[in-house]
């Protein structure tokens, strides 16, 4: 790992004043956005360039300001080096994009229906041109019925199964480098690849009909099999919500989302198709209310009355409670997050005792981090050293975050206690 960075909460007020101006930059007036970029040096840019970069924030900026002829607003050095991610970031969605439009026709003439899960198929709504976005790898749901036939295109395909959790499948075309945030908007020689099975009791149901209801998506010059527009909007929710019950969650996904909900504002009776298809998925409500919320406290008012009637209107009071008061919090925090997500799940969860001792091993963990690295066959004693120096500074980088974030974590346990007294009170 070449550079991974991170202050646990040593950062200055400026810059986080800096990450709240480049927040309001999305939203705001060009006017307003200038007076409050003017202010900022190199200096101040260098420390949050890798929280633009992991919020996925970097070339959304870039464009927002070019959009509004601020790009002046920016030092010199600091738009030359978003300026060289945004070529080569071009370069690398181009390939990303032949590789999803190359997979999904090798799985449909197997016959295997399919759709790319996020990503590309967020565009035009959520993401105006696919060049702005930082997409890691490609997300494909499947039947599970088809798994051993997707199996075998993916392997045909140089894929190989690297790892397996719940009905989530992790392949991978060849063995990983070391992570390297230099090279980050860069093509890189791996490709990854994530299955996603609908399982097998979901047949008949709304839920396996999701994939009857696979539509072609003409993107940037592609035809890829997407969900149709309200599962699309559901799952999209889902997923942010799961990223907010968890460490870390970009601040980009909530912009893309709230462009989402801006690009559909009027329209009711997709509204109406939204609400019908979460009334079949289990706290579906609550995930859309509580990150409707939040992108409405982040980009302003987007949320469109249909839609709040039945999901921000009857949000919990303690899950309101914590979007209103650390949901923003969250997404200013540099990578890899913090532990404030533990003060959400303990209302979504029971109170157990499973409960109870689950949350303490998420406070600290007894077990060694995964792996982000791997040998290959052939390996030089030179190159096993350099990978057992980069798990032993990652092992020693999740410690730091795990003592850090979990004594912050046990001060504001005790303060939001005393929040939830008040609203109950």
């Not at 004043?17 to 200096?43: D, Q, T, Y």
């Not at 970097?58 to 300026?83: E, N, W």
């Not at 949901?327 to 533990?342: A, E, I, M, N």
Request: aromatic share 8%; with cysteine; proline share 4%.
């Amino acid at each position: 790992m070449n550079r991974v960075q991170t202050n646990f909460g040593m950062k200055t007020r400026r810059t986080e004043r800096l990450k709240e101006a480049v927040i309001a930059a999305f939203s705001h007036p060009a006017a307003e956005v200038s007076a409050r970029l003017r202010g900022f040096n190199s200096a101040d840019w260098k420390k949050v360039l890798f929280w633009l970069d992991a919020s996925g924030l970097a070339l959304y900026l870039l464009d927002r300001l070019t959009s509004l002829g601020l790009q002046h607003c920016l030092p010199a050095p600091i738009l030359v080096r978003l300026m060289q991610n945004l070529r080569d970031n071009r370069v690398r969605t181009a390939a990303l994009l032949d590789e999803a439009d190359h997979v999904s026709r090798a799985l449909r003439a197997r016959s295997v229906t399919c759709a790319l899960l996020k990503g590309f198929t967020l565009f035009p709504e959520s993401v105006p041109d696919c060049s702005f976005r930082y997409q890691l790898d490609l997300d494909f749901l499947v039947a599970d019925r088809d798994r051993v036939a997707t199996e075998e295109v993916l392997s045909n395909l140089g894929y190989r199964l690297h790892a397996v959790s719940g009905d989530t499948l992790e392949f991978k075309s060849r063995v990983s480098a070391e992570p390297d945030m230099n090279r980050l908007y860069q093509a890189r020689p791996q490709r990854s690849l994530e299955l996603h099975l609908l399982p097998a009791a979901d047949e008949g149901t709304t839920r396996q009909h999701r994939l009857a209801r696979v539509q072609l998506r003409a993107v940037q010059g592609k035809s890829l099999p997407a969900l149709s527009p309200p599962d699309l909007f559901l799952q999209q929710a889902l997923h942010l919500f799961k990223h907010l019950c968890s460490e870390h969650t970009r601040a980009s996904w909530v912009l893309e989302f709230a462009r989402h909900l801006r690009a559909r504002h009027d329209d009711l009776g997709f509204w109406h198709e939204v609400e019908s298809l979460a009334s079949t998925e289990e706290r579906a409500d609550i995930a859309i209310g509580a990150v409707t919320l939040l992108a409405t406290r982040t980009f302003g008012e987007v949320a469109p009355a249909e839609l709040s009637r039945w999901t921000i209107d009857r949000l919990p009071s303690d899950v309101r409670l914590w979007i209103e008061t650390y949901g923003k919090r969250v997404l200013l925090t540099d990578f890899p997050g913090s532990k404030l997500y533990l003060l959400l799940r303990t209302h979504l969860q029971s109170e157990s005792g499973t409960h109870r001792a689950a949350l303490r091993r998420l406070v600290l963990p007894r077990h060694l981090p995964p792996r982000i690295t791997h040998g290959e066959a052939g390996e030089s004693l030179s190159a096993r050293l350099r990978r057992f120096r980069v798990e032993a500074g990652f092992v020693l980088f999740r410690l730091r975050f795990h003592l850090v974030e979990g004594l912050r974590y046990a001060v504001e346990s005790s303060r939001w206690q005393r929040r939830l007294t008040g609203i109950t009170n």
